[in-house]
């Protein structure tokens, strides 16, 4: 019997607004335990909550960008469960009435094209951090994280394989960062997600799912989509029956693990959220949202492939994340070098990030500058050899690239008489190389080249003094 994975997910998506959803506190992260919170945030009894504009804002660019029907009158609900991490023992949430519906996202996965289903998206607060504590076996609450603003993506079950749904988290989280609404981190749990998951014999009718909490490294998303449908076809070969159940995922042993039996919506007690006002999404609102949407990386790869010549591997590099992006954009067009400007921030520039473990989104760096190095090698002012050392030394050290190639004596001397002058010299002192030449041995340019280089400095220009030396060699002469 041939078995088939149906994988459906639930992504949360941190959004990266200055304040929580319902309050002032900042969603800044890595703050102290316990030091962002507030009455409102913390659950304190008669503190109400104050929605934050922005995030709606955020919702509805995310809905737009992903073909979603904008629900015009919109309300937040009561999600009723107790738990250590939600002090006030509700979550407010969306149920009845999310302000997204019925997407979709288009994937490319192992060559093949795919639309994957946008269920709905509803806004959320966060719930807050159990920190365990194995030494003493005590369990520590981090109430910062309460109240921050959430995005809940829905999808239908429309993923066979983690090759889909790879390609789906990781255009996802491009999109995301392209419209400014998260800063995608899932190391520091901007983004995580729900994997609901079952199997079938393939074509056969839906089998019971379970759902692995909070994954949130594309590694464990893999190899947990992997283990627990291996696990659940076992189940069912065995004769057996697949809980529905929530399970937690193991990424240091490898397994899933059952938690709790899968709660439905009815377990939950949603009831509307007296405390805040239905949301209105008028016209004019959404005509702003709609024309604010900036240019997506799939739209920015085809722009530069076809209007600034770029290749299609360099423009995915390019593209790959906004920041990076942002800074090609700003030198190709202070330089004018659109080609140079590519090669630049995919060689050297990627190169340095990898060396120095630097993320894209914190890379810093002044793009007036690259810009100025990019010229001063596009006119022949400066070598290769220079250029490199020059960009690196912006990188490390953001120095002024002006005044380090001229205290470093970088700038190429293209004096025609002064290289004519070292030439010659050069022929004197290695006449069996030349005769080397002459008789056919053209390696023996090279290394006369080399010497010339050597002799002359590395501010000396290459192309001077190749055909400087070719002139030479034309009319060399023995020595006595």
Known sequence: MKWETIVGLEVHVELSTKSKIFCACTTAFGGAPNTHVCPVCAGMPGALPTLNRSVVACALRVGV??????????????????????????????????????????????????????????????????????????????????????????????????????????????????????????????????????????????????????????????????????????????????????????????????????????????????????????????????????????????????????????????????????????????????????????????HMLNQSGTLPENLLIDADKLSFLILLVAEGKINRSAYKEAVEAVFLHNVDPEAYVTERGLLMISDGHLIAETVRDVLAQNQSAAADYHAGRTKAFGFLMGQAMRRGGRSCDPDTVKKALTEALQRWVPIG
């Not at 015009?72 to 519906?101: E, G, M, T, V, W």
């Not at 739209?299 to 360099?314: N, V």
């Open 65 to 350: 960008t992903l073909g979603c029907a904008i629900t015009r009158y919109s309300k937040f609900d009561r999600k009723n469960y107790f738990y250590p991490d939600l002090p006030k023992a509700y979550q407010i949430s969306q149920l009845y009435a999310p302000i997204c519906r019925d997407g979709h996202l288009d994937i490319v996965a192992a060559g093949r094209k795919k639309t994957i289903g946008i269920r709905e998206i509803h806004m959320e607060e966060d719930a807050g951090k159990l920190i365990h504590d194995p030494g003493s076996g005590n369990t520590f609450m981090d109430y910062n994280r309460c109240g921050v603003p959430l995005l809940e993506i829905v999808t239908t079950p429309d993923f066979r394989d983690a090759d889909e749904v790879l390609a789906f988290l990781d255009l996802l989280r491009e999109t995301l960062l392209y419209l400014d609404v998260s800063d995608g981190k899932m190391q520091e749990g901007s983004l995580r997600a729900d994997v609901n998951l079952s199997v079938r014999p393939e074509g056969g009718a839906l089998g019971i799912r379970t759902e692995m909490k909070n994954l949130n490294s594309f590694k464990a998303i893999a190899r947990a989509i992997a283990f627990e449908s291996a696990r659940q076809i076992k189940v069912l070969k065995l004769g057996g029956v697949v809980t529905q159940e929530t399970r937690r995922w193991d990424d240091d042993a490898g397994v899933s693990l059952g938690m709790r039996s899968k709660e439905d919506a009815q377990d939950y007690r949603y009831f509307p959220e007296p405390d805040l006002l239905p949301i209105v999404i008028d016209d004019p609102w959404l005509r702003e949202i709609k024309d604010g949407i900036p240019e997506l990386a799939q739209q920015k790869r085809r722009r530069y492939i076809d209007e600034l010549g770029l290749s299609e591997p360099h423009a995915a590099a390019i593209t790959a994340h906004k920041n990076i992006a942002g800074l090609f954009e700003s030198v190709s067009k202070k330089s004018g070098q659109p080609l140079e400007a590519a090669n630049l921030i995919t060689g050297a520039i990627m």
